[in-house]
């Protein structure tokens, strides 16, 4: 199965600072990647996504980046708030290859602490 | 987006029982999953449930120990069986975003603690 590698495991940001967190993979057939929000308590949230042939897409201030080549893809959060205080998992979408259609593999999580 | 609702939202178990975990969509989907997320850890995918036939178990996990049904597009369920205080988790079901054959959504996520 996919191997997915996710870093930092705990990230400290001062509010309006910005917060990048890095995910790299292993399956170069691999073409989906969803970030999830998971709040104290929660279920996880889809909060964006991209596909690999495109290079970076933007949601307010969220937007992640995908760099096919080098098998990794990054979120970055500007202007950071309290509110984004959460675990973030970076996850990829198995390829489709029958069996594992629909099958996410999810990175080890994310605690992104913003400090007012 | 479908409303997916779990039951019971939790529990505490004695050792040696089992719990029946139900996972309702508001809406017919083509894809159902159930997965483990163990304290403070990442979510770990225990199967997929498939309508009309049985359930496909990931690595290191199995049927007599987590059966599954799903008798048909809208209702799952997952058993945890014999349980232990290691099955002490958040076990979530999830599906397939029907305006997406990609996008996954999960359910509130089942709480429970082994005694």
Redesign the interface.
Same mark, same amino acid.
């Given at each position: 199965g996919e191997n997915v590698e996710q870093h930092p495991s705990t990230l400290s940001v001062q509010e309006g600072d910005s917060a990048v967190i890095k995910c790299t993979y292993s399956d170069s057939a691999s073409n989906?990647f969803?970030w999830y929000k998971q709040e104290l308590g929660?279920?996880?949230? !889809?909060i964006i996504?991209i596909r690999s042939n495109v290079g970076e897409k933007k949601d307010q201030r969220i937007a992640v980046t995908l760099n096919k080549t080098a098998k990794h893809f990054s979120l970055h959060i500007t202007e950071t708030q309290p509110e984004d205080s959460a675990v973030y %998992?970076c996850t990829i979408?198995a390829p489709n290859r029958g069996?594992t259609?629909?099958? !996410?593999y %999810?990175?080890?999580?994310t605690q992104l602490t913003v400090w007012p | 987006s479908a409303v997916i609702s779990q039951k019971p939202s939790r529990d505490i178990c004695q050792r040696g029982t089992s719990l029946t975990i139900q996972c309702q969509v508001d809406s017919q989907v083509t894809m159902m999953f159930w997965y483990r997320q163990q304290p403070g850890q990442s979510l770990t995918l225990i199967a997929t449930a498939n309508q009309g036939s049985e359930a496909t178990y990931e690595s290191g996990f199995v049927i007599d120990k987590f059966p599954i049904s799903r008798p048909n597009l809208t209702f799952s369920t997952l058993t945890v069986s014999n349980m232990s205080p290691e099955d002490s988790s958040i076990y979530l079901c999830s599906i397939l975003g029907t305006s997406s054959s990609e996008t996954q959504y999960f359910g509130p996520g089942t709480r429970l603690l082994v005694l």
């Open positions: 989906y969803p929660k279920r996880p949230q !889809l996504d %998992f979408g069996s259609l629909g099958r !996410l %999810f990175g080890r999580g | -």
